[in-house]
T-cell receptor, first 111, second 113 residues
Framework: GESVGLHLPTLSVQEGDNSIINCAYS??????FIWYKQESGKGPQFIID?????DKRQGQRVTVLLNKTVKHLSLQIAATQPGDSAVYFC??????????FGRGTSLIVHP | EAEVAQSPRYKITEKSQAVAFWCDPI?????LYWYRQILGQGPELLVQ????????DSQLPKDRFSAERLKGVDSTLKIQPAELGDSAMYLC???????????FGQGTRLTVV
């Protein structure tokens, strides 16, 4: 069935390190992917998106990589800061264009 | 910066009571979503509107939940009667079009006692 899942529930890094959060999807019809950051008690915040006609997109300190062959995408955060501590979700939009979320990865940044 | 507005932020209600949540999407956004998020899990779609029309409500428990967007702008989600298992964060999101990014509000944290 259609699903979006994350490999690791928790990722701990030291401040200043680079972080990589992974996400697998199963719907080959998915053509649009979004990464969200959710801090405790708040709604998800849009970080970056990528369409299936791209394999890489960069933002400020963040890069998303998409590998359609193995249905995998990743979010790379450069020079991770304590303020990056949050739960990160990837969301998929397929033919229905409804954002479908996976379980999320909790990023913990140690000072 | 334009935001999705939700109210109330927090709601405590007794089981069997009625409760309602309100959402005002970003101006110009035709698509509106209501999600429910249980602690520790990702958001799950309840209903999607395109303007004033329901596009998808297949996951909405229609025996107790209802949603409307009468004028195609703001929206209300209602639960009647509330059950203990309805305790969750209720999130509203909007997007300019169905194939563009969705922006979320801060959510309403519902506790049913």
């Amino acid at each position: 069935g259609e699903s979006v899942g994350l490999h690791l529930p928790t990722l701990s890094v030291q401040e200043g390190d680079n972080s990589i959060i992974n996400c697998a999807y199963s719907n080959s019809a998915s053509d649009y992917f979004i990464w969200y950051k959710q801090e405790s008690g708040k709604g998800p915040q849009f970080i970056i998106d990528i369409r299936s006609n791209m394999d890489k997109r960069q933002g400020q300190r963040v890069t998303v990589l998409l590998n359609k062959t193995v249905k995998h995408l990743s979010l790379q955060i450069a020079a991770t800061q304590p303020g990056d501590s949050a739960v990160y979700f990837c969301a998929e939009k397929g033919g229905s264009y409804i954002p479908t979320f996976g379980r999320g990865t909790s990023l913990i940044v140690h000072p | 910066e334009a935001e999705v507005a939700q109210s109330p932020r927090y709601k405590i209600t007794e089981k069997s009571q009625a409760v309602a949540f309100w959402c005002d999407p970003i101006s110009g956004h035709a698509t509106l979503y209501w999600y429910r998020q249980i602690l520790g899990q990702g958001p799950e779609l309840l209903v999607q509107f395109q303007d004033e029309s329901v596009v998808d409500d297949s996951q909405l428990p229609k025996d107790r939940f209802s949603a409307e967007r009468l004028k195609g702008v703001d929206s209300t989600l209602k639960i009647q009667p509330a059950e203990l298992g309805d305790s969750a964060m209720y999130l509203c999101a909007s997007s300019f079009k169905t194939n563009t990014e969705a922006f979320f509000g801060q959510g309403t944290r519902l506790t049913v006692v």
